[in-house]
């Protein structure tokens, strides 16, 4: 769905280092969501916003930080990134106002913590 | 806390046969679950959802059923074809209006020619 982007798509970066990734949305949703995906762990909640002013922790948001710039906008910041963050992390948006509770996700972003 | 478990973790089929991948949750106020599916290199995208007032719902090869006393819901493909083919993952609302889902860990689905 081209209405969700993510930046980058591809991320290599060093224990220590501060990383941010990106989640834009076209479709005018105010809900966002970051998840994680690891092998066989399916998506875990990170962090999820239902609008510029509220910001909600999900299952797994020790290391991570969220900030919602617009209601466009959407970004999660590791802070200190470690291996164990080394995982493909999506964004997502929802709109339950329209009726339906459909999450529509970016592409992803795939990291690679060394 | 909450929590979705999906059984099985792969599923091979011959093409044609039936496929069928269960979920439990334990939120007795979870109201609506959704189906997602992602192919290789692509994006969890919906495929077909259920709420909590609707026994079973169908689209085409696609079927879903929930059992709200015992906490279960199932997908169900027929006929399968080989782009049936991917990673099938379920979900559940955390409870009823947050607007919060659980993820079950994903079914690999092959479906052989």
């Known amino acids: 769905d081209a209405d969700v982007t993510q930046t980058p798509r591809n991320r290599i970066t060093k224990t220590g280092k501060r990383i941010m990734l990106e989640c834009s949305q076209t479709k005018g949703h105010d809900r966002m969501y970051w998840y994680r995906q690891d092998p066989g762990l399916g998506l875990q909640l990170i962090y999820y916003?239902?609008?510029?002013?509220?910001?909600n922790k999900g299952e797994i948001s020790d290391g991570y930080s969220v900030s919602r710039q617009a209601q466009a906008k959407f970004s999660l910041s590791l802070e200190s990134a470690i291996p164990n963050q080394t995982a493909l992390y999506f964004c997502a948006t929802s709109d339950p106002t329209s009726g339906g509770e459909t999450q529509y996700f970016g592409p992803g972003t795939r990291l690679l913590v060394l | 806390g909450e929590n979705v478990e999906q059984h099985p973790s792969t599923l091979s089929v011959q093409e044609g046969d039936s496929a069928v991948i269960k979920c439990t949750y334990s939120d007795s106020a979870s109201n609506y679950f959704p189906w997602y599916k992602q192919e290789l290199g692509k994006r969890p995208q919906l495929i077909i959802d259920?709420?909590?007032?609707?026994g079973e719902k169908k689209d085409q090869r696609i079927a879903v059923t929930l059992n709200k006393t015992a906490k279960h819901f199932s997908l169900h493909i027929t006929e399968t074809q080989p782009e049936d083919s991917a990673v099938y993952f379920c979900?559940?609302?955390?409870?009823?209006?947050?607007?919060?889902?659980?993820f079950g860990t994903g079914t690999r689905l092959k479906v052989l020619a």
């Open positions: 979900a559940a609302s955390a409870a009823s209006g947050t607007y919060k889902y659980i």
């Open positions: 259920i709420r909590s007032n609707v």
């Open positions: 916003s239902f609008d510029v002013k509220d910001i």
